[in-house]
């Protein structure tokens, strides 16, 4: 996979990535809905918990709104997994453990490369990139961002 910036309008690159339970996830199969896949650094540290909780509260709004939801972080499916079922979170976290859809969809690191970036892309039904919302600081926003743009905010 080779490292790209998107830009408004850009298609969603086909991928597929193992969820938490090891299951390949094809993204190709995911259409005529709204896509939101937020990055994350790490699971289960504080400002990732806050904002998985945001998703999962406001679960229900994306889902009403025709949306699927994805975390994706460079965590083992099996960490996934525990902290999926710690929190009770009810969408899929990708495991990108080495990185390559943060290269190919050209998610930036944050304080000077040391810490992953957290970035949520939203991708309208036909697979475009609507938005795109960047915040290390204040991952309760990125829930607030995305339900915006799909028009429950």
């Known amino acids: ?9 850009d298609r969603l690159p086909h991928f597929i990535m193992n969820d938490e339970n090891h299951r390949p996830i094809d993204i190709s199969t995911l259409t005529g809905k709204f896509l939101i896949l937020y ?16 998703f999962r509260d406001a679960f ?8 699927f939801v994805f975390g994706v972080s460079s965590d083992s499916p099996d960490t ?3 902290f999926k079922a710690k929190y009770r ?17 050209g998610v930036p690191s944050d304080l000077f490369g040391l810490l992953p ?11 475009r990139l ?3 919302f960047k915040s290390q600081m204040s991952p309760e926003k990125h829930v607030k961002e995305a339900l915006k743009v799909i028009g429950r905010g």
């Open 1 to 9: 996979m080779t490292e790209k910036k998107l830009a408004y309008g």
């Open 60 to 67: 229900q709004d994306l889902v009403e709104a025709g949306a």
């Open 117 to 127: 970036g957290r970035v949520t892309y939203i991708f309208n039904p036909e697979g």
């Open 89 to 105: 979170l009810p969408f899929s976290l990708l495991s990108d453990t080495a990185g390559e859809l943060r290269k190919l969809l």
């Open 80 to 82: 996934h997994a525990s």
């Open 130 to 132: 609507l938005h795109e």
């Open 39 to 54: 990055f994350y650094p790490k699971d289960d540290t504080p400002g990732c918990v806050k904002e998985a909780c945001g």
